[in-house]
């Protein structure tokens, strides 16, 4: 789209607060992130789940530093990597079969493969 064509859809002030909502939303991060709920649950579920994720994982978009698993920015996993590290745990991360639903898992995974830059 041209600097001209955007400049003269701006003209009107709805216009102009529309396209300025659409880029701040943008702004606080490098990838734009879904706004869509399983992604907003995953986020919470990855802060408050027990034990959280964010106890041991690092997850810059969750702005957490653990110190025990793997930094998930690094890893990218997608998000069938994370739903089975979930469901049946992985090394010292304990499984979340018990505490979670399979929505809140998937819910989880997605926010987590999303987040990190992996495949969805």
Do not use: W
């Not at 859809?9 to 606080?28: E, N």
């Not at 890893?75 to 049946?88: M, S, W």
Request: proline share 6%; aromatic share 4%.
């Amino acid at each position: 789209m041209s600097v001209q064509r955007i400049r003269s859809s701006l003209r009107s002030p709805l216009h102009a607060l529309v396209f300025l909502t659409a880029v701040l939303a943008g702004a606080g991060s490098a990838q734009a992130q879904p706004a869509d709920a399983a992604y907003a649950q995953g986020k919470v579920l990855f802060l408050s789940a027990v034990p959280a994720c964010a106890v041991c994982h690092t997850l810059k978009d969750a702005n957490t530093e653990g110190a025990i698993g793997p930094v998930l920015d690094e890893l990218k996993p997608d998000a069938a990597r994370v739903a089975q590290a979930l469901r049946n745990g992985l090394g010292s991360m304990p499984s979340y079969r018990a505490t979670l639903t399979d929505a809140q898992i998937a819910a989880l995974a997605r926010y987590v493969s999303k987040a990190s830059g992996g495949a969805p």
